[in-house]
Structure formats: structure tokens, C-alpha cells
């Protein structure tokens, strides 16, 4: 059963060339990954070839949910994510697996306008579990939206601090 949404931010107050020189730069991503909420992260793979770069990890998340969800998921959320970044069209695909069942996955575009940068990102849910699915996607696409902004500040301020 999939469930898609659409996030929406722009990156402000950049110089936009540099932004994109350090989209570029292994160092950089690594950088937002230990910057990121979480416990216990573990970097696999950080590999350049040519104009692709490959970032796999897996971290814990410490999550504010319901009951009901934090029995399902027994007091622990280890998230593997996997990001392949095509730097010539500022684009990434990625999927995240967690211990439930399912597979979130989502396309990430980079664009300029005004000297900034526009971030969008298709979502797609897959969600294994029919009976409670829907209250599962809609509490999934709320963390989402909420560790988005908290990466996309944290991405802002690396920005920031690294063009300025």
C-alpha cells in the first residue's frame, strides 16, 4: 500500500556556486551525517565515481511517537539510508529501511532561483502493513517533515559557514 507526499524548502542567504561546489564534495555530505539527530552511526559506504556518489549509513533515531507505535517498534528505530547523487543534474535517489516492515523512498532535486537553492523531494511510502497502514503513513510523513527541516538547518548552517 503507497502513500505519497511532496516536501518543498529552499535554502536561503547562500552564495548558490559554492553551495553547489560543495553538494559536490564527499567531505560535505559526511559532514550533515554527523550533524544529523541520532545515535550510533555507521557510514558503509562514501564513494565517488565520476559525477555519482554513493552514501550509505545506518543510525538510531530517538523519536517522539504514540504509544501504540513505540510498542510496535519495541523502543528502538535504526534507520538504514541509502543516497546515490548524480552531481551533474543535482539529483539523488534514496531509500530508507527500518525495522518495520515497508520501504521509504524518495527523489531529491536541486535547483537555483535568486541565489538560493529550491529542494524538492517526491516521497513514496510503502508501508507492509494493511491494517494500520494509514495511521503508519501519516505518522511516518510527520517525522519526515520533521527531520527534513532539521536536516535542511542543518544543511543551511554548513552552507553558511562553509561560503562564507
Given amino acids: 500500500m503507497d502513500y505519497f507526499f511532496t516536501i518543498k524548502s529552499t535554502l536561503n542567504h547562500i552564495d548558490s556556486d559554492k553551495a553547489k561546489q560543495l553538494f559536490q564534495t564527499v567531505e560535505f555530505h559526511e559532514q550533515i ?16 565515481a565520476g559525477d555519482r ?3 550509505e549509513r ?3 533515531l530517538d523519536l517522539e511517537m504514540p504509544e501504540l507505535i513505540r510498542k510496535l517498534l519495541k523502543d ?3 534507520l538504514r539510508r541509502h543516497d546515490y547523487w548524480d552531481f551533474q543534474t543535482l539529483s ?12 521509504l523512498s524518495y527523489q531529491t532535486f536541486l535547483s537555483e532561483a535568486h541565489n538560493a537553492i529550491q529542494v524538492r523531494q517526491d516521497w513514496k511510502l510503502d ?6 497502514h494509514k495511521a503508519l503513513a501519516r505518522f511516518a510523513e510527520t517525522e519526515i517533515r520533521k527531520f527534513h527541516a532539521i536536516e535542511m538547518d542543518i544543511i543551511q548552517q554548513e552552507l553558511i559557514a562553509q561560503t562564507a
Fill in 53 to 55: 556518489y554513493y552514501l
Fill in 92 to 103: 539523488a535517489s534514496s531509500t530508507l529501511k527500518s525495522n518495520l516492515t515497508g520501504i
Fill in 58 to 60: 545506518e543510525y538510531n
Fill in 76 to 78: 528502538a528505530f535504526r
Fill in 33 to 48: 551525517c554527523q550533524k544529523i539527530p541520532g545515535t550510533a552511526l555507521d557510514i558503509q559506504r562514501s564513494e565517488l
Fill in 127 to 132: 508501508i507492509g502493513m494493511p491494517l494500520i
